[in-house]
């Protein structure tokens, strides 16, 4: 079956370092791929996606490539904020309405 | 304009009581969503309707109950609660497959 599986938490980083959330993904066919940001007491919001192989989805700074070949749509930002700390979730969606969410990672980022 | 709003923000309540949360999206979605988050931030899709019609209907205790009585409304029911029924429940809207919107979230507590 469809599958997602990401970094564990927590990553820990000071302002201004570099960001990578790794995420993985297993399905049947051409999914699109999600990362969705959640913030301390808030739903989950959409970061960026991407609908097709080699498709790069961007967002504040927040980037992601879909690679087919190695079935993943790791998570990059350049210089983190203390803004940024939140929960992640990369998440797939492969026909239907149902969307496969990975576990979340959390990022706290220091000053 | 609040896109997905949730009511109640907060339920606390006893062992054996019913109650409902309600929710509503003024987006214009064909499709809604009920999920369950547990403490480590873990995210299960309970039920999906889109046009009213139930589509998603996952391995969920049948006290609860879903209701949408036009597609911009998609209410939550449970009976008899339990102590492991406490979590935060989203709801979240699409325009059918594609990115989801989340309302706020509802925290359960159950006594």
């Known amino acids: 079956g469809n599958s997602v599986t990401q970094m564990e938490g927590p990553v820990t980083l000071s302002e201004e370092a570099f960001l990578t959330i790794n995420c993985t993904y297993t399905?049947?066919?051409?999914?699109?791929l999600f990362w969705y940001v959640q913030y301390p007491g808030e739903g989950l919001q959409l970061l960026l996606k991407?609908?097709?192989?080699?498709d790069k989805g961007s967002n504040k700074g927040f980037e992601a490539t879909y690679r087919k070949e190695t079935t993943s749509f790791h998570l990059e930002k350049g210089s983190v904020q203390v803004s940024d700390s939140a929960v992640y979730f990369c998440?797939?969606?492969?026909?239907?309405?149902?969307?496969?969410f990975g576990a979340g990672t959390r990022l706290f980022v220091k000053a | 304009d609040t896109a997905v709003s949730q009511t109640p923000k907060y339920l606390v309540t006893q062992m054996g009581n019913d109650k409902s949360i309600k929710c509503e999206q003024n987006?214009?979605?064909?499709?809604m969503y009920w999920y369950k988050q547990d403490s480590k931030k873990f995210l299960k899709i309970m039920f999906s309707?889109?046009?009213?019609?139930?589509?998603i209907n996952e391995t969920v205790p049948n006290r609860f109950s879903p209701k949408s009585p036009d597609k911009a409304h998609l209410n939550l029911h449970i009976n008899s609660l339990e102590l492991g029924d406490s979590a935060v429940y989203f709801c979240?809207?699409?325009?059918?497959?594609?990115?989801?919107?989340f309302g706020p979230g509802t925290r359960l507590t159950v006594t």
């Open positions: 991407a609908t097709k192989a080699d």
């Open positions: 987006l214009g979605h064909d499709t």
């Open positions: 309707y889109n046009n009213k019609e139930l589509i």
């Open positions: 979240a809207s699409s325009r059918n497959r594609d990115e989801q919107y």
């Open positions: 399905a049947t066919g051409y999914p699109s």
């Open positions: 998440a797939l969606m492969a026909g239907g309405f149902k969307t496969i």
